[in-house]
């Protein structure tokens, strides 16, 4: 997907025909955000996208497009995709926020675009800052995958935020980065390569809408749907340190405070004669004093 230049990329009212088809039979589980806000706000990306192209019609894009405009465009490509809304479990949350991410080749990418929809304490779990004025507790990540680097949109109650993330290295002070930069980098990559490289913590639930009444027949809208799940079923793992007196001097304990030994991704071989390579997940192990 080229994002200098979106001439016919997109059929506006189209693609909110069939976002509206598509996409009102969820419904948000419990804790996390309302699913028609959510697409109120992607209403907002449709109509600055149009707008962009009919700036192309009439005299062609001759400029870069603004963070804005990227961050719409992101909003428009998964929805036109139809890509499913994948929620991410509270469970998971803390782990991939304490899983480093190095530089390294571009994944396998599952699926073009990604829906991430985030439960409502996201933003302490994370540890995000606080700034007057800006609202960092997402509820949902709209994420495209393009060869180098991923490009995420990132939508909370009253804020907007865009990143274009490279994943042959990572950014640093040089490139502006702040602290909500490094935490939401890490976080978005680790999702997309959790879904990519540990299929074992993805999950479907069946939901069945209810009805509003009684009738014969049946329509589209009472038809159940499958929720995606990231990390519902997954544990935290825990490690206790039993701290003992010193033999020698009995004031002199053994103290540890409780700490998070970080997570990370480790290239492993695999397949026939260990010739292929993959990514694999070293889960983040929280350790406390008993």
């Known amino acids: 997907m080229d994002f200098k230049s979106i001439n016919d990329a997109f059929d506006i009212d189209k693609v909110r025909h069939r976002a509206a088809m598509h996409y009102q039979k969820y419904k948000s589980p419990s804790g996390y955000p309302n699913w028609l806000k959510i697409l109120d706000k992607v209403d907002i990306a449709?109509?600055?996208?149009?707008?962009?192209?009919?700036?192309?019609?009439?005299?062609?894009?001759?400029?870069?497009?603004?963070?804005?405009?990227?961050?719409a465009l992101v909003v428009t490509g998964a929805i036109a995709s139809l890509s499913p809304p994948i929620c991410v479990h509270e469970n998971i949350i803390e782990a991939l926020a304490n899983t480093d991410v190095k530089p390294?080749?571009?994944?396998?990418?599952?699926?073009?675009?990604?829906?991430?929809?985030?439960?409502?304490?996201?933003k302490p779990t994370t540890k995000l800052p606080d700034y007057q004025g800006f609202d960092l507790n997402f509820h949902v990540a709209f994420a495209a995958c393009i060869p180098d680097c991923?490009?995420?949109?990132?939508?909370?109650?009253?804020?907007?935020c865009?990143?274009?993330?490279?994943w042959t290295e990572i950014m640093t002070e040089k490139d502006g980065a702040k602290e909500e930069d490094y935490?939401?980098?890490?976080?978005?990559k680790n999702l997309i390569l959790m879904y990519v490289y540990e299929p074992k913590y993805l999950t479907e639930e069946t939901i069945k809408l209810p009805t509003k009444g009684k009738g014969?027949?049946?329509?589209?809208?009472?038809k159940p749907f499958q929720m995606r799940w990231l990390g519902k079923n997954y544990k935290q793992v825990r490690q206790t340190v039993v701290c003992k007196d010193n033999t020698v001097d009995p004031d002199n304990k053994r103290f540890v405070r409780a700490h998070w030994r970080r997570g990370h991704w480790h290239t492993v071989c695999h397949g026939p004669k260990h010739k292929q390579r993959k990514q694999q997940w070293f889960k983040p192990v929280f350790v406390n004093q008993d």
């Open 183 to 188: 935490i939401l980098e890490k976080f978005l």
């Open 150 to 160: 991923v490009k995420v949109t990132y939508i909370s109650e009253t804020t907007i």
């Open 162 to 166: 865009y990143g274009s993330y490279q």
């Open 46 to 71: 449709h109509k600055v996208i149009h707008e962009v192209q009919k700036e192309i019609g009439s005299v062609g894009l001759t400029r870069e497009l603004s963070q804005e405009e990227n961050a």
């Open 216 to 222: 014969f027949g049946s329509s589209e809208k009472d």
């Open 104 to 122: 390294m080749k571009t994944p396998e990418y599952a699926l073009p675009f990604f829906i991430f929809l985030l439960p409502k304490d996201f």
